[in-house]
Nanobody, 115 residues
Framework: QLQLVESGGGLVQAGGSLRLSCAASGSTLDNYAIGWFRQAPGKKREGVSC????????NYKDSVKGRFTLSRDNANNAVYLQMNSLKPEDTGVYYC????????WGQGTQVTVSS
């Protein structure tokens, strides 16, 4: 069974950068569509970015376009989210998600952006 583990979160000042990693085990990611979601305190979980299983198609939430970059590394069975020019409203727990016939979630990693 696929297992996902996120890492790379932390506390950063506005304007800073973080790189989130999602490492997979139990199965390879190359046949899964991958997404990054986040959940701010008191808010619903929302999609941030996603990539197709082939890697040909990527989508970003409007508020992160031009600042976040999602990439997949099938050789290392991992997915990354490079986050630049971070804003306080980017604060939340970030989750990695993999979808094929079943949806899998990681445990999340906290990102806190101070103003």
């Amino acid at each position: 069974q696929l297992q996902l583990v996120e890492s790379g979160g932390g506390l950063v000042q506005a304007g800073g950068s973080l790189r989130l990693s999602c490492a997979a085990s139990g199965s390879t990611l190359d046949n899964y569509a991958i997404g990054w979601f986040r959940q701010a305190p008191g808010k619903k979980r929302e999609g941030v970015s996603c990539i197709s299983s082939s890697g040909d198609s990527k989508n970003y939430k409007d508020s992160v376009k031009g600042r976040f970059t999602l990439s997949r590394d099938n050789a290392n069975n991992a997915v990354y989210l490079q986050m630049n020019s971070l804003k306080p409203e980017d604060t939340g727990v970030y989750y990695c998600n993999a979808l094929r016939s079943t949806r899998y979630w990681g445990q999340g990693t906290q990102v806190t952006v101070s103003s």
